[in-house]
């Protein structure tokens, strides 16, 4: 997989990074000042036989075809649109156009740094001759990806294999003793499901697995790992990722509100566009999985937080303080979800949480206070909340089939609709102009 063939760059494209360059966010491809194409074109149209009758989403029209079963999506900090399917990860413009598939084997998870660095969660097949000549290892992996958006040559910079991955698994017996087909608990058993940027470009990777023994030396299945960038001796940033810590205070095991039992997805709070700086906050969102057991809250929030014993990691309960009088429904109502499986935060001034629930069918819309929903507009009448949240299985322009990944960019909601093989996109009929 390291010697992935990159093919000519369109001179689009390479505009397209040029203009990414400039401070002046107007000169990216695709804003209003754009001469190539407007912003209706862009975002889509809505579609006037599918107007929201009272506040709520609204499909842009036409949805993204020509998927393979779409797994994940984001928008990048370099702007563009990022999707992972059946094929591997597919670079598009947002107005959908594609310029590039880079082929990765079942990819699931895409995510990218603010240094432009893309981060896929997929597999990778290599032999351990150690272990048995004769045997290929179907293994999870993170890729770490540079110019992947065409700004140069097109390089895997490092390959994050498990169970190599693992610190907690330095020794050769650690790293080998479950590379055995006749284990239930194998390896090759073991997924990588997501990957969330912090503001420092250090990532968060979230697995899980079969092997949840606690109390032992080596990390279990079900957790979050955290990696940093190598540097060499003078800081200058060599690429290359290594595992810092893997947050054990999360339950492999038993649903909690700091549990990761089965996890689906992680994201940060850290999210396009670009800017000169972030906020330090390691806070993080999980999804968790395994739709067969009961898990009264399956969408949890972790915070990071410095104690005079160093950094620890707690649950968030101040969601559960849910205030009836300003919304009907919230992120921690028990059994809210069945199987969420993408996440994703609005990095502007709303600061709300997306969550697409595969076994619903739906896409759901929470505040960061925890409150489903949206604000009454101004001159309503109404002193809730309004629920945009939607959905059910269909392929109708507000139904999904097993929606598998959600983005947010510039008021403009992305959908990974899985068995549709498409992506579909939205906006709030209040965001019209």
Same mark, same amino acid.
Not at 3 to 21: C, T
Not at 240 to 253: F, G, S, V, W, Y
């Given at each position: 997989?390291?010697?992935?063939?990159?093919?000519?760059?369109?001179?689009?494209?390479?505009?397209?990074?040029?203009? #990414?360059?400039?401070?002046?966010?107007?000169?990216?491809?695709?804003?209003?000042?754009?001469?190539?194409?407007?912003?209706?074109?862009?975002?889509?149209?809505?579609?006037?036989?599918?107007?929201?009758?009272?506040?709520?989403?609204?499909?842009?029209?036409?949805?993204?075809?020509?998927?393979?079963?779409?797994?994940?999506?984001?928008?990048?900090?370099?702007?563009?649109?990022?999707?992972?399917?059946?094929?591997?990860?597919?670079?598009?413009?947002? +107005?959908?156009?594609?310029?590039?598939?880079?082929?990765?084997?079942?990819?699931?998870?895409?995510?990218?740094?603010?240094?432009?660095?893309?981060?896929?969660?997929?597999?990778?097949?290599?032999?351990?001759?150690?272990?048995?000549?004769?045997?290929?290892?179907?293994?999870?992996?993170?890729?770490?990806?540079?110019?992947?958006?065409?700004?140069?040559?097109?390089?895997?910079? /490092?390959?994050?294999?498990?169970?190599?991955?693992?610190?907690?698994?330095?020794?050769?017996?650690?790293? !080998?003793?479950?590379?055995?087909?006749?284990?239930?608990?194998?390896?090759?058993?073991?997924?990588?499901?997501?990957?969330?940027?912090? +503001?420092?470009?250090?990532?968060?990777?979230?697995?899980?697995?079969?092997? $949840?023994?606690?109390?032992?030396?080596?990390?279990?299945? $079900?957790?979050?790992?955290?990696?940093?960038?190598?540097?060499?001796?003078?800081?200058?940033?060599?690429?290359?990722?290594?595992?810092?810590?893997?947050?054990?205070?999360?339950?492999?095991?038993?649903?909690?509100?700091?549990? #990761?039992?089965?996890?689906?997805?992680?994201?940060?709070?850290? #999210?396009?566009?670009? !800017?000169?700086?972030?906020?330090?906050?390691?806070?993080?969102?999980?999804?968790?999985?395994?739709? /067969?057991?009961?898990?009264?809250?399956?969408?949890?929030?972790?915070?990071?937080?410095?104690? @005079?014993?160093?950094?620890?990691?707690?649950?968030? @309960?101040?969601?559960?303080?849910?205030?009836?009088? !300003? +919304? $009907?429904?919230?992120?921690?109502?028990?059994?809210?979800?069945?199987?969420?499986?993408?996440? +994703?935060?609005?990095?502007? #001034?709303?600061?709300?949480?997306?969550?697409?629930?595969?076994?619903?069918?739906?896409?759901?819309?929470?505040?960061?206070?925890?409150?489903?929903?949206?604000?009454?507009?101004?001159?309503?009448?109404?002193?809730?909340?309004?629920?945009?949240?939607?959905?059910?299985?269909? $392929?109708? @322009?507000?139904?999904?089939?097993?929606?598998?990944?959600?983005?947010?960019?510039?008021?403009?909601?992305?959908?990974?609709?899985?068995?549709?093989?498409?992506?579909?996109?939205?906006?709030?009929?209040?965001?019209?102009?």
């Amino acid at each position: 997989m390291r010697n992935v063939q990159n093919k000519p760059i369109l001179w689009l494209a390479a505009l397209l990074f040029a203009a #990414a360059a400039l401070p002046a966010c107007d000169t990216i491809f695709g804003t209003k000042n754009d001469t190539m194409t407007d912003e209706i074109f862009e975002e889509g149209r809505q579609d006037p036989d599918l107007i929201v009758e009272e506040v709520g989403y609204a499909a842009l029209v036409p949805f993204w075809d020509g998927f393979d079963q779409p797994t994940d999506i984001t928008v990048g900090f370099d702007e563009l649109v990022y999707v992972t399917d059946s094929e591997g990860v597919h670079v598009l413009d947002r +107005a959908g156009r594609r310029y590039k598939t880079i082929p990765l084997r079942g990819a699931v998870s895409v995510v990218q740094d603010r240094l432009l660095n893309l981060y896929v969660s997929a597999r990778y097949d290599t032999v351990i001759t150690a272990v048995n000549p004769d045997i290929t290892w179907d293994l999870a992996a993170v890729y770490k990806i540079r110019n992947a958006n065409g700004a140069g040559d097109l390089q895997i910079v /490092d390959i994050l294999v498990h169970p190599f991955m693992d610190a907690s698994r330095s020794t050769t017996i650690s790293q !080998r003793f479950r590379l055995d087909r006749n284990r239930v608990d194998n390896d090759e058993l073991v997924q990588v499901t997501g990957v969330a940027v912090l +503001a420092n470009n250090d990532i968060y990777v979230s697995r899980r697995g079969p092997r $949840n023994q606690s109390g032992q030396a080596v990390a279990v299945d $079900n957790t979050v790992l955290i990696y940093t960038e190598n540097r060499d001796a003078q800081g200058n940033r060599l690429g290359t990722m290594r595992n810092t810590a893997q947050i054990r205070t999360l339950n492999p095991n038993t649903p909690s509100l700091l549990s #990761a039992v089965s996890v689906n997805d992680i994201t940060t709070f850290i #999210a396009p566009p670009q !800017r000169d700086s972030f906020s330090p906050d390691l806070n993080f969102l999980v999804a968790q999985g395994a739709p /067969d057991r009961e898990i009264p809250f399956r969408v949890l929030w972790v915070n990071a937080v410095q104690t @005079p014993d160093g950094l620890e990691y707690r649950s968030n @309960p101040t969601l559960l303080a849910r205030d009836t009088s !300003r +919304a $009907n429904s919230f992120l921690y109502d028990q059994n809210k979800f069945r199987n969420p499986t993408g996440i +994703a935060y609005t990095a502007d #001034a709303r600061a709300q949480i997306l969550v697409v629930d595969a076994a619903t069918d739906s896409l759901y819309l929470f505040q960061s206070n925890g409150i489903e929903g949206i604000n009454p507009p101004p001159g309503s009448q109404q002193t809730k909340a309004i629920n945009v949240s939607f959905g059910g299985k269909g $392929n109708g @322009p507000r139904q999904f089939d097993e929606p598998s990944g959600v983005a947010y960019f510039r008021r403009v909601v992305y959908v990974a609709d899985k068995n549709n093989n498409r992506i579909a996109r939205y906006k709030l009929n209040t965001d019209f102009e």
